[in-house]
């Protein structure tokens, strides 16, 4: 049998049931399943929040015996190995189903196409490859994570008629209104980790949690880019880094004096092998301040005994410290990669924007157009409309009152 207008409108199905839960799965692909019986869903289900059930298991449970003959939809090839739960694909067989349709087949070594060989071991008829696209798309912070071993990026940005991303000196200005604030709320919320550099953190002073009633739950996991720990404890990420994780990201090449009793500083690299250029034999490690970066509002001290007291008060307001590079994204995604973190959220401001985009490591880009005019001492957009980098597709346009946003993706 070949792929009906039906079988599309109920992988449509599954692939907005699978949305429900993105960015809450930690890091399972949030999948969904629609089981349908003589052209009436009869089980439905997405993976549970944290990962666990799986959707087949939830959907095949829904259907009971009116599984048996039904046709199941599921966006990702259904599991073969027997993980922390049974294989999805046993579950399948068993229910008695008579035909499995796929979106995406899975690349987790596990599973990659094993899933669908048992499943036609057992005489059920398998398609896959339906609706690919978009079930790629609803997939993507998975998919990347699994086969470039790093977050989905999407960088953001809300630039003023003209050009501007903010004003110099002045904080938070606003430049989108209230209904693509929201968006960009619902965004967050879908989202592992938001990130900012020390310049925004500084001069906006952002919270950079979700707000919405009823997904205040959902704040993603706060990230700093502060090469010399420049953020202040007064600041309001370190007053809530005990209600939402704060990570700062902290030059590997300026050292805390006391660093750990291996004299080593903690790391999120999973190989953890000493930073380039520090002591391999465990003897304490020398304070370097080579770094040139310049926080706005002065650059803190980098004097060992300075980094140190502001490490030890960092980490009592309960912001983690883990030391990576935090010029060269292709050495940070990989170690967020490693932390579960799958998808990921720039947010600014313009010098870390330019970073992530010239690193060539942004998969889509939401650009705000907001009619506000910022006029002296604006700080630039790193791009606007008329200079997408290239191998960037337009998915479309949407309008958010007066705020217009549209969205590019890279292929993946
Ligand atoms: C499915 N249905 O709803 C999901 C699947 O750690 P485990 O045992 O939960 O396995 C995680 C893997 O299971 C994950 O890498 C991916 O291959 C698959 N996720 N599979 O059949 C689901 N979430
Ligand atoms: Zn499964």
Known sequence: ?????????????????????????????????????????????????????????????????????????????PCSHHGKTPP?????????????????????????????????EAGIQVDAGVLEEEGRRSLAAYLTRQTKNRPYVTLKLAVSADGMVGRQGEGQVAITGPLARAQVHALRAETD?????????IADDPLLTVRTPGLEAQSPIRIVLDPTLALPLTSKLALTARDVPVIVVASEEVWPLSADAEGLPPSILPDTSPPVGGPKDGSRPVARPRYSGRAEGGTPSTDATDMDSRRAALEAAGVEI???????????????????????????????????????????????????????????????????????????????????????????
């Not at 070949?2 to 930690?26: K, N, Q, V, Y």
């Not at 579950?91 to 060989?117: H, Q």
């Not at 980790?193 to 953190?201: F, K, N, R, S």
């Not at 980098?389 to 946003?405: K, Q």
């Open 322 to 412: 883990v030391y990576c590079n935090p010029y060269h994204p292709e050495i940070l995604l990989p170690a967020l990669a490693t932390r579960g973190i799958s998808s990921l959220l720039v947010e600014g401001g313009a010098k870390t924007a330019r970073l992530f985009l010239e690193a060539g490591l942004v998969d889509r880009i939401q650009l705000y157009q907001a009619p506000v005019v910022i006029g002296q001492r604006g700080i630039e957009s790193p791009l606007d409309a008329t200079d997408i980098p290239s191998g960037f597709a337009h998915r479309g346009t949407r309008m958010f009152g007066e705020d217009r946003l549209d969205e590019y993706e890279r292929g993946f």
């Open 88 to 120: 999805c694909s046993e579950a399948l067989i068993a229910s008695g189903v008579g035909r499995v349709v796929i979106s995406v087949t899975d690349p987790d070594p596990r599973v990659s196409g094993r899933g669908i060989a048992m499943l036609r």
């Open 193 to 201: 980790a938001i990130l900012v550099g020390i310049g925004t953190a």
């Open 1 to 77: 049998m070949s792929i009906t207008p039906h079988d599309e409108r109920f992988m449509a199905a599954a692939i907005r049931l699978s949305r429900w839960h993105l960015g809450r799965t930690a890091t399972n692909p949030s999948v969904g399943c629609v089981i349908v019986r003589d052209g009436v869903i009869v089980g439905r289900a997405v993976t549970a929040l944290g990962g666990r059930p799986h959707a087949e298991t939830q959907a095949l449970a829904e259907a009971g015996a009116l599984a048996r003959g039904a046709t199941a939809y599921v966006t990702l090839e």
